[in-house]
Nanobody, 123 residues
Framework: HVQLVESGGGSVQAGGSVRLSCTAS?????????AGWFRQAPGKEREGVAS???????LVADSVKGRFSISKDFAKNLLFLQMVNLKPEDTAMYYC?????????????????WGQGTQVTVS
């Protein structure tokens, strides 16, 4: 039974930084699993932000490239999203997601497992 639990969201001023964490259970990040961060703002579709493959290759959306980075801790089975220079348009619910695949992916429609989300508000 795969479970993903996000943490680290909150309110921050524009230009600030936030690090999101995702604790995974039921699989190992090193076991052929691709994981990623997605976000959904009110009235908008869910979009991929950053993803990391089982080989540690990454994909980052153009809208956040240079400001967001994704990483994982194999030992603790954690996934991170480091966000710097945040903008009001980054305000959204952020979700951790995973799928059994080797390569990273930013398409939310192909992810199999989802966390409940954590809110990030930038003002």
């Amino acid at each position: 039974h795969v479970q993903l639990v996000e943490s680290g969201g909150g309110s921050v001023q524009a230009g600030g930084s936030v690090r999101l964490s995702c604790t995974a259970s039921g699989y190992r990040h090193s076991s052929g699993v691709c994981a990623g961060w997605f976000r959904q703002a009110p009235g908008k579709e869910r979009e991929g932000v950053a993803s990391i493959g089982a080989d540690n290759s990454t994909l980052v959306a153009d809208s956040v490239k240079g400001r967001f980075s994704i990483s994982k801790d194999f030992a603790k089975n954690l996934l991170f999203l480091q966000m710097v220079n945040l903008k009001p348009e980054d305000t959204a619910m952020y979700y951790c997601a995973a799928r059994t695949a080797w390569w990273p992916a930013l398409n939310p429609d192909i992810m199999n497992y989802w966390g409940q989300g954590t809110q990030v508000t930038v003002s």
